[in-house]
């Protein structure tokens, strides 16, 4: 074939700040490591890289920013082999690595693999959010931080979580308009979480600035509201908000405003289809944003060589990721016995500490974050759940109701979550419509079965370009 | 839909094309691409990805779903949703995560077009 198998020490799936610590710890301990990521540079989510080259006083104005230039000059110093713009259809349990980039097919054998592939954006469906228009939170952030490009008129921010404000406040900073926020939390649940808040001023000082900014451009703020329905022919015009009960039901037919986009998203939930597909078990965990990986000591896992950083063993935010990248980094070097015990307990104690303590705050936004029944049980029958096989709840809740008890029996009854998002999208709603109908935990609903390819590609990308020499042949040929 | 930013940023700076609905903002952009979108030529910034260049140009409705043939965009931004899956130089590739570069040939609803140039069943409905 064009395209050998090649062989490191430890691969590590995902460049944001847990794969990139993970990357520098293993490097640091001598080790070598190949990172991969989709996109065409490191920083993750949180850390987006802008696509344009950022100004001193664009990086000044951003700690983000900041953080993210930071990160990637180290890990570009690290002599870590950068995989960028691959994306990662197959891990073997042997672990053995299948991408895919503009070049066509690769294959990677590692000794240690590090998964870090961050979070999905949860977003409970209402009437009309497959509008073109309708956008994710998150995926706001990257349009204003990675792109540099607003949204036009009228945008509604809608949901839950600190996002909220960030991305209401750029949205102002960059020019844009903003009809409202619509948040879900009431400001009595926003002080409950200020003692663990208060455990990192800096973010607390960044959302406080968020806060007045808004209020000050007189934007209407609506605590203890949600979005009930978005309307328009093929694009966004309106969208109806309305009050929420302690189990974030709506109530009463609320009001319409006019808009012409709507961000929106309830929080985030950990990208586990790498860790499944492997065979790492896992467990729900609601706060922790749904089924999260089931872990051992210092970032490892039950199966040997493999260890998980970052978001996608339980929502923590970015400062521990860091940590528990690092942390899983340094591990996997101490079991390829690149690090004695006794190095390597020097180096994790340290890390140890301060990743308890960014938990500590990580852990107190997914909580206030964590999404309540009622968003789920309001969704009405005709309402699209799955959005790539247009699978409606009236169809999912048919199909729990006649015996399907859990997401894959969901599956393989209607389709949904069998799209090329391969369910990724509406993964934690469809697993809550089915524990109600069914009157069951989310827990027993489980988690679709990982399949390859984790992402779409086609036949023509896996075999890339061959000569005729290349494809194996019985010697002598038969005949 | 109207857009002041649209209004209040004419297209005097070179850098800045504004669009009836999302905006690009004046930061230090790469050198200016065009790609060629369902035939028409469309302009871009060099490493921005194709599915924002779409929406900065207007163009926010990319493919219809399979079934209803419903409008359907940009979503996640991060590659996850599949929502922005266009034709991209004969490769169906998410948008939002597909650096754009100078000549590309982007086919919006591809695979509609496809099907419906196939289907006899789609056009006997």
């Known amino acids: ?479 | 839909m109207t857009s002041s930013q649209a209004q209040a940023s004419p297209n005097q700076t070179p850098q800045v094309t504004a669009s009836p609905d999302w905006v690009r903002k004046p930061v230090a952009r790469g050198p200016a691409i065009r790609l060629v979108v369902d035939g028409v030529t469309v302009t871009a910034f060099e490493g921005e990805s194709v599915g924002v260049a779409l929406a900065a140009a207007g163009r926010l409705v990319l493919r219809h779903s399979p079934g209803l043939g419903a409008p359907r965009g940009m979503f996640c931004l991060m590659g996850v949703c599949q929502e922005c899956a266009v034709d991209i130089d004969g490769a169906m590739l998410p948008s939002c995560m597909t650096p754009a570069r100078d000549g590309m040939r982007v086919t919006t609803d591809a695979l509609t077009r496809r099907r419906d140039a196939g289907s006899p069943r789609k056009t006997a409905e």
């Not at chain 1, 020019?175 to 979480?193: N, Q």
């Not at chain 1, 800096?202 to 209407?220: E, H």
């Not at chain 1, 260890?307 to 690092?326: F, H, N, T, V």
């Open chain 1, 1 to 479: 074939m064009t395209a050998p198998v090649r062989s490191v020490d430890i691969a590590v799936l995902g460049a944001g700040p847990a794969g990139a610590e993970a990357a520098i710890a293993a490097r640091e301990a001598g080790l070598t490591v190949a990172i991969i990521d989709e996109s065409p540079r490191a920083g993750g989510q949180v850390w987006r890289a802008p696509f344009y080259r950022p100004s001193e006083s664009d990086i000044r104005k951003s700690p983000d920013l900041a953080a993210g230039e930071r990160m990637r000059a180290r890990l570009a110093n690290s002599g870590a082999e950068t995989l960028f713009g691959h994306r990662l259809w197959f891990a073997a349990p042997s672990l053995t690595l299948s991408t895919v980039s503009a070049d066509g097919p690769h294959w990677l054998s590692a000794r240690a693999f590090v998964i870090a592939t961050g979070t999905t954006e949860c977003v409970v469906p209402v009437p009309g959010v497959t509008l073109p228009g309708v956008v994710g939170l998150a995926a706001t952030t990257i349009l204003l931080k990675a792109h540099g490009v607003v949204p036009g008129g009228r945008v509604l921010v809608a949901g839950v979580g600190p996002l909220l404000y960030a991305v209401a406040a750029g949205i102002l900073e960059s020019g844009g308009r903003v009809a409202a926020v619509v948040d879900l939390s009431r400001p009595l649940e926003w002080v409950a979480a200020l003692p663990a808040l208060a455990t990192r001023p800096d973010l607390l000082r960044r959302g406080l600035g968020w806060a007045t900014s808004l209020r000050r451009a007189g934007v209407a703020l609506r605590f203890g509201h949600t979005v009930t329905a978005i309307a328009g022919e093929t694009g966004v015009t309106s969208a109806r908000i309305a009050p929420v009960d302690a189990d974030w039901h709506p109530v009463g037919p609320g009001e319409a405003i006019d808009v012409s986009c709507v961000a929106i998203g309830h929080g985030l939930t950990p990208a586990t289809e790498t860790a499944r597909l492997v065979g790492v078990p896992h467990v729900y965990q609601a706060t922790r944003g749904g089924f999260v990986p089931r872990m051992c000591a210092d970032r490892a896992t039950a199966l040997p060589g493999v260890y998980i950083a970052g978001d996608c063993a339980g929502i923590s935010g970015a400062a521990a990721a860091e940590l528990s990248g690092r942390l899983a980094g340094l591990r996997a070097a101490h079991d390829l016995g690149a690090l004695t015990a006794d190095r390597f307990e020097r180096l994790a104690r340290p890390v140890r500490a301060r990743l308890r303590r960014a938990e500590t705050f990580g852990n107190a936004i997914s909580r206030l974050m964590t999404v309540r029944p009622g968003l789920a049980r309001a969704i009405p029958d005709e309402t699209i759940v799955c959005r790539c096989e247009e699978v409606t709840r009236a169809t999912i809740d048919r199909a729990a109701r006649a015996g399907a008890e859990d997401v894959n029996q969901l599956k393989s009854t209607t389709r949904c979550g069998m799209g090329p998002c391969q369910g990724r999208m509406c993964a934690e709603t469809a697993g809550q419509l089915v524990a109600m109908a069914r009157a069951g935990s989310r827990a027993e609903a489980g988690q679709w079965t990982a399949r390859a390819p984790l992402r779409p590609l086609t036949v023509s990308e896996l075999v890339g370009a061959y000569e005729y020499d290349d494809i194996p042949k019985i010697t002598p040929l038969p005949g």
